[in-house]
């Protein structure tokens, strides 16, 4: 236990340390199903603490067998969610972002003629309802999903995006990822979601962007098949779009970092 007697600013910064850890651990996993766990192990390692403190050696002595192979445990557990973790925070350091902005080296974001390029693009297959999904690189690497479908390497055009999401086209089915405002690959596959708290009424496409999106900084653009309904979404989160201003707006600062 802590010796307030001897409390100083290291202990302060113990504590203040340890509160972020937990903090981040449940942004992460927070509307999860790990979510219940994740509570459980707290309120265990809480109870082992007092058993320890009471002295009860017995019970001591038996949590403290189980606390022995928590970690291993913990790692099993939470596999999903440490993995999510490490991408984060390799995405986010990867490339040294913080380090620009102190030299006031930012991202400008998306320049006019691709941006009219996509929202044209979008605003057509909104309204002939065709189904798309469109991935926009900002820090994080996506080299590893862009593998995983057709290299195109062309420039952003609207007569392009439009083509290749038509329904009988054979790139149509799968995301397009377009990196530096050119389109490196499409039919590409993302990972799925396991968001219980995404709505039932959104389909495979948007727990595909919810995905990639909790798994990089990638602002992703999705069209309903079904309504026609633009959302974007970015960093786990889906925006709906009621207009083309609107959507322009939404990938004009969702591009800037």
Not at 122 to 127: A, I
Not at 198 to 221: C, F, K, N, W
Request: aromatic fraction near 8%; include cysteine; glycine fraction near 8%.
């Amino acid at each position: 236990m802590i010796d307030f007697t001897q409390f100083g600013v290291v202990d302060i910064i113990d504590i203040l340390l340890v509160c972020l850890i937990i903090y981040q651990a449940f942004k992460i996993i927070r509307g999860t199903a790990a979510m219940s766990i994740f509570i459980g192990i707290i309120v265990f390692y809480f109870i082992f603490l007092l058993v320890k403190e009471l002295q009860m050696t017995l019970l001591s002595a038996l949590l403290g067998q189980i606390m022995s192979v928590g970690v291993l445990a913990l790692f099993i557990v939470f596999q999903q969610e440490i993995r999510r973790f490490l991408l984060r925070l390799g995405s986010r350091y990867a490339n040294f972002r913080w380090l620009a902005g102190l030299f006031g080296k930012r991202s400008k974001g998306m320049s006019l003629p691709c941006l009219d390029e996509l929202t044209h693009a979008c605003r057509k297959m909104s309204e002939t309802k065709t189904g798309a999904l469109i991935v926009l690189a900002r820090s994080s690497s996506l080299d590893t999903f862009a593998e995983t479908g057709d290299a195109i390497d062309a420039v952003v055009s609207r007569r392009l995006i439009e083509h290749i999401f038509f329904k009988n086209a054979p790139l149509h089915d799968g995301a397009m990822i377009i990196v530096s405002e050119r389109v490196a690959a499409a039919r590409c596959t993302l990972p799925i979601s396991d968001n219980p708290n995404i709505p039932a009424h959104y389909g495979m496409r948007h727990r595909a962007a919810v995905g990639i999106s909790e798994q990089t900084d990638a602002l992703v653009l999705v069209v309903s098949e079904e309504t026609g309904e633009i959302s974007v979404v970015q960093g786990g989160k889906i925006q709906k779009i009621n207009s083309i201003t609107e959507l322009r707006l939404a990938i004009e600062s969702g591009m800037k970092w």
